[in-house]
């Protein structure tokens, strides 16, 4: 029998806790506690080790981006992945959470089923960010001399790192910088969904990344990926 997924989530209002319960619940998904503050989001994933945290950004006692950066800076061999989710459109709050080591980025009015989606996705070792989102982090990490980005200060070791890379790795990378899916990499490389798969595993474990934005992060970074350069199947890089 398949372990259902486990999930906490993290709000200030009883409401959207209580609605995101039923939505996971009725779809199997196991919510094993809720949080009211992001200090409380923290003990909870201690006590509970999740799988998947949905965490809101403005809480009180310490927000949804200081409670990330704890859960996933602690020294332990279950890490959960994050999913911050807002009702506010900010980018201060995507950078941050990107910086804070989240796996996706979701504002508030998405669907149930998208909601399902998104921790499905991210507990499979994919990350998701919100389209629009991906549209201005693309502009923004074009700006490659920004400190303030994911290893910001560290380009020559970034280099260093892509070299490792064979030429289809390399190719892969480019491919998922401009947001495809495994199936739409797959199509467009005439690879199996499993052959795509072990391709993406082996470039986020030689580039030492945890998840699919972060190799975003780094194409973007490097030079690799550029906003100029064009999606290969069209509205799936923007």
């Not at 790192?161 to 910088?177: A, G, N, Y």
């Amino acid at each position: 029998m398949t372990t259902p997924l486990r999930v906490v989530i993290a709000d200030d209002q009883a409401l959207v806790r209580t609605g995101f319960t039923m939505i996971l619940g009725a779809q199997g998904i196991e919510v094993v506690a809720e949080a009211d503050t992001g200090a409380a989001a923290v003990q909870a994933v201690r006590r509970t080790l999740p799988d998947v945290v949905l965490m809101d950004v403005r809480m009180p006692e310490m927000d949804g981006l200081e409670a990330t950066r704890r859960i996933l800076s602690a020294d332990s061999e279950h890490s959960p992945r994050v999913i911050i989710l807002t009702t506010f459109d900010l980018d201060q709050y995507v950078y941050a959470a990107l910086n804070a080591g989240a796996s996706g980025f979701l504002l508030k009015d998405i669907s149930p089923e998208h909601l399902v989606n998104a921790v499905r996705t991210v507990q499979t070792g994919d990350a998701l960010l919100a389209p629009a989102i991906t549209r201005r982090l693309i502009a923004r990490f074009a700006r490659r001399d920004d400190p303030s980005l994911p290893g910001g200060h560290d380009r020559a070791a970034q280099h260093s790192r892509l070299s490792s890379l064979t030429p289809r790795e390399t190719e892969v990378l480019l491919l998922i910088s401009h947001g495809l899916s495994n199936s739409e990499l797959a199509a467009h490389l005439h690879l199996s969904e499993a052959t795509v798969k072990t391709h993406v595993a082996r470039i986020l474990a030689k580039l030492h990344l945890r998840d699919r934005v972060q190799a975003v992060v780094l194409a973007y970074q490097t030079g690799l990926a550029t906003p100029a350069h064009p999606s290969p199947v069209g509205e799936a890089g923007r």
